[in-house]
């Protein structure tokens, strides 16, 4: 297991960017795991919105896929997710997660064993 902290949540102007982190830390770096972020809003199931796997794979959701990139810092074990053309329908409480598994990157919840405390986004 590790610790995972978010920031960079805030709000934005529809088309405006905003950057995402994720601070990892415990015995194994992300490198060794499976990140994705996932987001939520109020009565509605959490979704999966990007991840990046060990070797560096990515997947997208469809509905951020040419807008999000999802990377990692490995020197500072952090993750990020970078939003670009920021949408209102993109507002949602942003969370990242890890996963010990290579098939992380269908972004199935239950696969996610360490979560963050979220972070929030709005675009309006």
């Known amino acids: 297991h590790v610790q995972l902290v978010e920031s960079g949540g805030g709000l934005v102007q529809p088309g405006g960017s905003l950057r995402l982190s994720c601070a990892a830390s415990?015995?194994?770096?992300?490198?060794?795991?499976?990140m994705a972020w996932f987001r939520q809003v109020p009565g509605k199931e959490r979704e999966g919105v990007a991840a990046?796997?060990?070797?560096?794979?990515?997947s997208y959701a469809d509905s951020v896929k040419g807008r999000f990139t999802i990377s990692v810092d490995k020197a500072k074990n952090t993750l990020y997710l970078q939003m670009n053309s920021l949408k209102p329908e993109d507002t949602a409480m942003y969370y990242c997660?890890?996963?010990?598994?290579?098939?992380?990157?269908?972004?199935?919840?239950?696969?996610?064993?360490?979560w963050g405390q979220g972070t929030q986004v709005t675009v309006s």
């Open positions: 990046i796997d060990s070797d560096g794979s990515t």
């Open positions: 997660a890890s996963a010990r598994t290579s098939a992380c990157l269908i972004m199935t919840i239950s696969r996610y064993q360490d």
């Open positions: 415990g015995r194994y770096t992300i490198q060794n795991y499976c």
